[in-house]
């Protein structure tokens, strides 16, 4: 667990609201704002800095409807972040927002369910906290706002609104939507490339025969199970190519794609994601190997059509 730096003396404290104010708290989804902000950048400049400026200009908007932020909590697994730990920290504290370390799991990062937990926990024990702030990059809080809701409560969700679920927006009556990117300046982020657009690209190799013997079983299984996709997702590709073959020692699926790489029979491709990116594998139909291996599967035949899937040859049919 990182450590975490004492409180910050010229950080502010927690506001109290004047007389007739709303008094909020922000739960800031740190995990989800910092990988968005990262994937808008290309992880140039400090997504610290941004989200910075982001509550800054968050707040000055709530203050504006006479609404001050007196509690705030920050959520993420700040030991596994690009930014340096201590300057992430110090960033939230100089808004007076606590940060709460949260363990990601080889799974799936679990700051949503802290902020859910804490969130209802809060409307319990502080009544007199009457607007509760939402900030996340792109996730879904559909299930808690509508929780806040129903116990009365003003809800202020602040996210990018293009990747926002369309229910959280038009089916939770009451509450409020910020769009996160008119919080920051016009030119803190790029303009967004578009989902599945490659942002690293890659040339089949120079073609080979496969190593061994067992990059041919590698192949067999991508055609039999995925040989109708011209592009075949990375993640389940591996995790077929482990229920087929096995861990064979010295051949796991990560080394086989691998194997099949340098012989020039795939290639991989890095597409945009939401919220995450991906790889794409995407085989070279003219290549031997591969061409013996859908003849064999397909007991015909078969030649590499202009979008690099076969068909069987006419003559056979």
């Known amino acids: 667990m990182p450590d975490v730096p004492a409180p910050d003396p010229s950080a502010p404290a927690p506001e109290r609201a004047p007389e007739g104010a709303r008094q909020a708290a922000a739960l800031v989804d740190y995990q989800n704002l910092h990988h968005y902000l990262k994937g808008r950048t290309g992880g140039n400049g400090s997504t610290a800095d941004l989200a910075g400026a982001l509550l800054l200009a968050l707040r000055d908007r709530l203050a504006d409807d006479d609404t001050r932020l007196v509690r705030g909590r920050a959520y993420a697994d700040f030991g596994g972040l690009d930014d340096h730990t201590r300057h992430v920290q110090r960033t939230l504290y100089l808004h ?186 995407l085989v070279n139909g003219e290549h031997p190997a591969v061409v013996e291996v859908r003849e064999e599967v397909h007991g015909a035949p078969v030649e590499a059509t202009d979008d690099g899937l076969p068909f069987e040859d006419d003559a056979v049919m």
Not at 105 to 130: F, G, I, K, S, W
Not at 131 to 147: E, I, K, Q
Not at 163 to 180: C, K, M, N, R
Not at 234 to 261: A, F, M, N, Q, Y
């Open 96 to 281: 007076a927002i606590e940060p709460v370390y949260v363990p990601a799991t080889m799974h799936r990062n679990t700051t949503d369910l802290q902020l859910a937990v804490d969130a209802v926990e809060m409307r319990a024990r502080h009544p007199e906290v009457d607007t509760f702030v939402l900030v996340a990059g792109d996730r879904d809080y559909a299930p808690v706002v509508t929780a806040l809701l129903a116990h009365g409560r003003h809800v202020v969700v602040v996210g990018f609104k293009e990747h926002l679920s369309p229910h959280l927006l038009e089916h939770t009556g009451g509450g409020e939507f910020v769009d996160a990117a008119g919080l920051l300046p016009g030119d803190a982020l790029p303009p967004e490339v578009e989902v599945g657009t490659a942002i690293q690209t890659t040339e089949f190799a120079e073609t080979q025969d496969p190593a061994y013997e067992i990059n041919y079983d590698a192949l067999e299984t991508i055609e039999k199970f995925f040989g109708q996709y011209e592009e075949i997702y990375l993640t389940p590709l591996l995790r077929r190519l482990s229920d087929e073959i096995g861990e064979v020692e010295g051949h796991d699926p990560k080394s086989l794609v691998s194997d099949l790489e340098e012989c020039g029979a795939v290639r991989l491709e890095r597409r945009k994601g939401m919220p995450y990116d991906y790889t794409v594998l």
